[in-house]
């Protein structure tokens, strides 16, 4: 199973280690994802307003250099952007021709978007993935978090039900944890309003992470670094024991048995020595 | 108060580059209920969609709503008559944004600390809600 692989700027940044484990775990599962040559950030929002198309550029180029490859993305926000610009592109004809032509590319809006989650359940199967655990999570009690950005708008996204999603527990369900529901497993973290609106992002979380706790959650996936961030900085302490955040890929690489940890230092350190023989 | 949809520039530029008509909304509220930053908020998600039928739109650029706004789509999922509102909202923000001289937020308003641990997605999308 071959793909081309979108990482965009968070992942080679605060969230390298989703990137590291959803590596390592790939390859341990035969699914390779070749990183795109070029690429630049998708914008992290997609323009609402369809007059944007400076917005649009960075993501349509991004789509057509997948060459008509299934492309896939990791991080929640970046697959958003390009499913909806891809939507755009084969809906809205004259955005379609004013960006291609800016660009001086051919794009007509083909191609498989998909997020990593989604090649592990419709392209390997959560059966064949449960198969191949080494270490399943027993006993773990794990919570799954959406957030927005995989499921809504859910007739673009298309990625599970928008208010009863079941992707999440069932990849959970396939790594030997056990799984908890908590009722705010779909709302909004607050997103960037943690930058500009720190207090409307503490109560949204802290709503999230005591419906999670109440739920009897000690841990708690996401695939959105946001959502990560706030889920960590914008906690209440409340001298409680915290629940522990994780991206999806961490606990994967986990029940696959690798020493992604080992793996991350000997990235670091090849890093290291590349950049020091420069 | 200015209570005319006539002519308004906001609104003809709304259905035009959102597909979105206020007048499709018929007041439910259920927008409102499903919202989740509304404590933070002085006008209701739909309270915004009357002002835009009311085409109040001194009022609507003077509003917290439209910046508290962190376009989750939850609203959106919700609305029985399949009105985006989360696309009206970036309307709102975008006839700020636009006159140029009403950018909410910059690299300034960041302190270090939150400079070193903020993720990039934050940043940038910070910026490009807030900025023009
Ligand atoms: S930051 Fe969100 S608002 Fe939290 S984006 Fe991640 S999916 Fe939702
Ligand atoms: S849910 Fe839809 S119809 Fe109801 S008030 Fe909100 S926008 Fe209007
Ligand atoms: S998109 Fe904005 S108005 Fe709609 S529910 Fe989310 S925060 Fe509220």
Redesign the pocket.
């Known amino acids: 199973m071959r793909y081309r692989y979108f990482p965009g700027c968070t992942l080679k940044g605060q969230a390298k280690n989703m990137e590291n484990t959803t590596m390592a775990a790939a390859s341990a599962l035969g699914i390779e994802l070749v990183e795109l040559e070029e690429w630049q950030c998708c914008g992290a929002v997609y323009p609402l307003y369809e007059d944007e198309l400076i917005s649009l550029l960075s993501p349509v180029r991004t789509l057509a250099a997948a060459e008509g490859e299934p492309l896939v993305s990791l991080c929640?926000?970046c697959h958003?952007v390009l499913k909806r610009a891809q939507e755009l592109m084969q809906r809205n004809e004259e955005a379609r021709d004013k960006v291609t032509d800016y660009l001086e590319i051919e794009y007509k809006g083909e191609g498989r978007v998909l997020h990593f989650l989604e090649v592990l359940r419709d392209d390997l199967g959560f059966d064949k993935l449960a198969e191949m655990i080494k270490k399943p999570l027993e006993g773990k009690k794990v919570a799954a978090y959406?957030?927005?950005?995989?499921l809504r708008p859910s007739k673009v996204m298309q990625f599970d039900d928008p208010e009863n999603p079941t992707i999440m527990e069932d990849f959970i369900k396939a790594l030997g944890a056990e799984v908890v529901k908590s009722p705010y497993r779909t709302e909004?973290?607050?997103?960037?309003l943690s930058v500009t609106e720190e207090g409307v992002a503490r109560d949204t979380v802290a709503k999230i992470l005591q419906s999670a706790r109440n739920a009897g959650a000690e841990a708690l996936i996401?695939?959105?670094?946001?959502?990560r961030?706030?889920l960590e900085n914008c906690a209440a302490d409340d001298g409680k024991e915290p629940v522990q955040v994780y991206y999806f890929s961490e606990l994967l690489a986990e029940a696959l048995g690798l020493q992604y940890k080992q793996l991350m230092a000997e990235a670091k350190e090849r890093r290291r020595v590349a950049s020091d023989s420069k | 108060m200015t209570a005319s949809n006539e002519g308004s520039r906001l609104i003809d530029e709304m259905k035009a580059q959102s597909g979105q008509d206020p007048a499709d909304c018929y007041q439910c509220a259920k927008c409102s209920a499903a919202c989740p930053v509304t404590a933070a908020m002085d006008l209701l998600p739909h309270q915004v969609i009357r002002y835009l039928q009311m085409g109040l739109e001194e009022e609507l650029s003077n509003s917290k709503t439209p910046w508290i706004c962190?376009?989750?789509f939850t609203c959106a999922a919700r609305c029985p008559r399949d009105l985006d509102l989360a696309r009206m909202m970036e309307g709102v923000r975008l006839t700020v944004l636009r006159k140029r001289e009403g950018n909410k937020f910059g690299p300034a308003d960041l302190t270090p600390e939150q400079l070193e641990k903020l993720p990039q997605?934050?940043l940038v999308s910070g910026f490009r809600k807030y900025n023009k």
């Open positions: 929640a926000a958003h959406y957030g927005c950005l995989l909004c973290c607050g997103a960037y996401t695939a959105c670094p946001l959502c961030y706030n | 962190a376009s989750c997605q934050a």
